[in-house]
């Protein structure tokens, strides 16, 4: 079904049809048929949804959408829709809409929900409380697996999984986990302590999200237990809400390695000052720190005067230097956002960009030079002198863009920020006076 169809159907008020044929499409496909339509039109066939379809289409629109939902829709509705929403779907529309709308959401919760969500939204917006959803199945290792069973049956249409059972005690911390094809295949006489998992891995409130992403990589987990200090199980943090932030930390790392100030914003719905304050920042200290390139160039303007056609290859030299210091940078950050690299691996990473950019830079120099001289009639010492300059810029880009993600990482600063242009603007520097000092020895200058 297409938006056409929808309009089709309601302007000739088929509206059983309509409804017949939504409630046969997944809740993401249907949240992506209202998003367009205008809100009270959109409004209308939400209406029509069942309840169960229409909490999970609620949950799957956009910030926007959602914000203008909660302002049109009566109290009453409100109220069904929050009682149905999962805890943690709920807490991400809280921390996005206005206060006025926090304060309707929060006046059709229930007492004990409310309390809930004011405990969760003083967790740091990037830690792993921030994710936690509430919705889990406990057991306790005194009940039979059959009782587990049971429990499961009369609880679990309610939790966002079951295929994972977390065992506490009666002061709620965390025993053991027990999945449920062991319940399956265990003897319904056995107790829970009998079968369940001592060895848990979990995470703590306040961990930063990007570790608990990459637990969720190496172990493949579909969901994931949560404990405070004390080891009482707060909540779990389930597969699809891990995805998100590997989603949100990728944009973010793509954002500051093009020089960009983060932004959740989708680029269609963000107007052209919004995107221009994210973007300007960086251009200004960009803009800036390249002063000190045409201090360099002012400082030996007495060799560019003596041997003009040394400027013509200042672009090449600066151009290979940014390139090379960038391909490093960009897989040592790679490197490091997967987990593949750690901060004690400075020297590693050092020693193999060395390795690389000595290979790199004679080849390049070699093929340079040749191409300089035969070409170029530029002469031997000036064919020699650009030649030198690069093998010597290739080196010192790859170890600087190489080196300087891990030292960022080591200093707890995203290490996506030293990428792209922060790096060409450090080597641009560095090249400049080398191609300058080589030149100056050379030619006697």
Known sequence: MDERRIEELIKEKKYVTLKRELEEMNEVDVAELLEPLDIHTSLLIFRMLPKDLAVDVFAHFSVEQQREFIGLVTDKELKAIIDELFFDDMIDIIEE??????????????????????????????SAGSITTTEYVDLKKSMTVQDSLNHIKETGLDKETVYT?????????????????????????????????????????????????????KYGFLALPVVDKEERLTGIITVDDIMEVIDQETTEDFQRMAAMSPSEEKYLDANIFTLAKHRIIWLLVLMISAT????????????????????????????????????SSTLVIR????????????????????????????????????????????????????????????????????????IAQKLNIDPAIMAGPLITTIVDALSLMVYFSIASWLLGI
């Not at 045409?294 to 003596?306: A, N």
């Not at 035969?374 to 600087?400: H, N, R």
Request: a negative charge; hydrophobic letters at 45%; one cysteine or more.
């Open 97 to 126: 809409v206005p206060a006025n709308i926090v304060k309707k959401i929060l006046s059709n919760a229930k007492e004990e929900e409310r309390n809930l969500i004011n405990q969760f939204l003083k967790y740091p917006p990037d």
């Open 165 to 217: 059972c977390y065992v506490t005690d009666r002061n709620r911390k965390l025993e053991g986990i027990v999945s449920l094809r062991k319940l399956v295949i265990s003897d319904e006489n056995k107790t829970i302590e009998e079968i369940m998992d001592r060895d848990v891995i979990y995470v703590q409130t306040h961990d930063d999200q990007e570790t608990v992403a990459g637990i969720f990589k």
């Open 292 to 327: 000190f390139t045409g201090g360099i160039i002012r400082k030996f303007e007495d060799v560019l005067q003596s041997v003009v056609v040394l400027t013509a290859f200042i672009p090449m030299l600066m151009d290979t230097g940014g390139n090379s210091g960038s391909q």
């Open 335 to 406: 490197g490091i956002a997967l987990g593949e690299i750690e901060s004690d691996d400075a020297g590693k990473v050092v020693l193999k960009e060395l390795g690389i950019s000595l290979v790199v830079g004679i080849i390049l120099a070699v093929v340079n030079f040749f191409r300089i001289y035969l070409f170029d009639d530029v002469g031997f010492l000036v064919s020699l002198t650009v030649s030198i300059t690069l093998f010597v810029t290739v080196v010192i880009s790859k170890v600087v863009g190489g080196i300087l993600p891990m």
